[in-house]
């Protein structure tokens, strides 16, 4: 399973920038297949150990044995406390792939593709109770609206809602067939891939929460991170990487630098990627879902 589950993106690029330690002690927010987790073991030595973090109850069959290593299943907004549930309490290197497993589009009854037909879930954590449909059916046209122009940057989001409120006045959505034909008649049709995926996009961040989740992430791995510690983070939409950014060159996701007293901007951060990484043309042919990767670095700064 692990081998087709997910493809690990920019993977040599990844275990470079978080300049491994043997005895060190990493975090893998988003376990998925477990390809960047297994190739962190493998620099790992005896003494090192590494942990991570999936909601997603298939992600655990992924998980390597080795004594090395420890899986914990919880959204890695609840990283920190989860750490020190197992008596971690500062870090070497943290790293966050922050794109959807292959997995999860290509498991048809999960509900994250517009390709095809399948129930409207979208749920990254399938022991959570709302699924997409739920937004689907019982937002407001004025929520749909928001979250579609908000998460999903498209434009007259107001004709999508409506649409929606049409057909859902007809017969509840339910799958993701429906979904793709109720928002037909405003759908452009020289650009229906990129416009669907946006919707779905916007559909899936609402229900998972995860530009709250992904803030929480970063605050608590810049908790966790000991001076000297590095952040790896690959983002795959202008949401997650504007968050990324503004948090790394000012260790907030606003990205609003405070100053001390002597006019010395007080950032926990040292940017190490000062343009993002994105994947060579070698490896998105071989990996098509890695094209619109992001690889951003920061390094915690020592108190002096």
């Known amino acids: 399973m692990a081998e087709t589950y997910h493809i690990p ?11 491994i330690k043997p005895n060190g002690t990493y ?34 069959a992924n998980a390597p044995d080795d004594e090395r ?15 020190r549930h197992r008596g971690v309490e500062g870090v070497d290197g943290i790293l966050a792939d922050l794109g959807v497993s292959s997995h999860h589009f290509d498991a048809k009854h999960r509900g994250f593709s517009f390709r095809g037909d399948a129930p409207l879930d979208m749920r990254m954590n399938t ?20 979250i579609f122009s908000e998460y999903g940057e498209l434009d007259t989001t107001w004709k999508i809602a409506n649409c929606i409120e049409r057909s859902r006045l007809v017969a509840p959505i339910t799958t993701t067939a429906e979904l793709v034909e109720a928002v037909r008649p405003c759908t452009p049709p020289k650009d229906e891939a990129k416009f669907l995926t ?32 590095r952040l790896v983070v690959i983002s795959y939409h202008s949401l997650e990487d504007r968050i990324v ?26 940017v190490i990627t000062r343009k993002a990484i994105v994947p060579t043309a070698e490896e998105v042919e071989r990996n098509p879902r890695s094209r619109s990767a992001k690889l951003r670095v920061a390094e915690k700064i020592e108190v002096e």
Do not use: W
């Open 27 to 60: 975090v893998d927010l988003t376990m998925g297949g477990g390809g960047h987790t297994r190739e962190i073991l493998r620099h790992l030595g005896s003494e090192g150990r590494l942990f991570s973090l999936d909601q997603d109850p298939d992600a655990e």
């Open 69 to 83: 290593f420890g899986f914990v299943a919880s959204n890695f907004r609840f990283v920190r406390g989860a750490l």
């Open 245 to 270: 950014k503004n948090f790394m060159r000012s260790g907030n996701s606003e990205g609003i630098i405070t100053k001390d007293f002597f006019g010395r901007s007080t950032t926990p951060l040292r």
């Open 198 to 229: 946006k919707l779905f996009q916007a559909l899936r961040i609402e229900l998972n929460g995860e530009m709250e989740a992904l803030k929480m992430a970063l605050e608590q791995s810049l908790k966790l991170l000991r001076p000297g510690g």
């Open 9 to 19: 993106v920019l993977l040599d690029e990844c275990l470079e920038h978080l300049d």
């Open 127 to 146: 022991r959570a109770k709302r699924t997409a449909a739920d937004i689907i059916n019982s937002y407001t046209k004025e929520e749909l609206s928001r």
